[in-house]
């Protein structure tokens, strides 16, 4: 099973910066497409940014320009650079992976997530 660890988040004042990292640990044959979402009070999870293994990004037109999605697959890593932050990106934001286990099955995982707030 792989698990997936967030870190990075916190307050930071909008027009400001922030990094998020997600670590992945565990035994698998492969880990496929890599993403984060995020989840504002009130609202529903929605994918921010995605990642495949080789390199393929994808964004919502709501961080367009904004944030940036890269992977390490050495270290079974990925991150998000968020930079122009807005009030709008407060959420808890959540690292996700597509996953396939060495008996050929297929499943999602996802880490605890990480509060990302935006405020002056």
């Not at 990642?51 to 919502?60: D, L, R």
Request: charged share 15%; aromatic share 10%.
């Amino acid at each position: 099973q792989v698990h997936l660890v967030e870190s990075g988040g916190g307050l930071v004042q909008p027009g400001g910066s922030l990094r998020l990292s997600c670590a992945a640990s565990g035994s698998a044959f492969s880990i496929n497409t890599m993403g984060w979402y995020r989840q504002a009070p009130g609202k529903q999870r929605e994918l921010v940014a995605s990642i495949t293994s080789s390199g393929s990004t994808n964004y919502a037109d709501s961080v367009k320009g904004r944030f940036t999605i890269s992977r390490d697959n050495a270290k079974n890593k990925v991150y998000l650079q968020m930079n122009s932050l807005k009030p709008e990106d407060t959420a808890v934001y959540y690292c996700n992976a597509a996953v396939t286990s060495w008996r050929s099955k297929d499943y999602v995982s996802w880490g605890q997530g990480t509060q990302v707030t935006v405020s002056s």
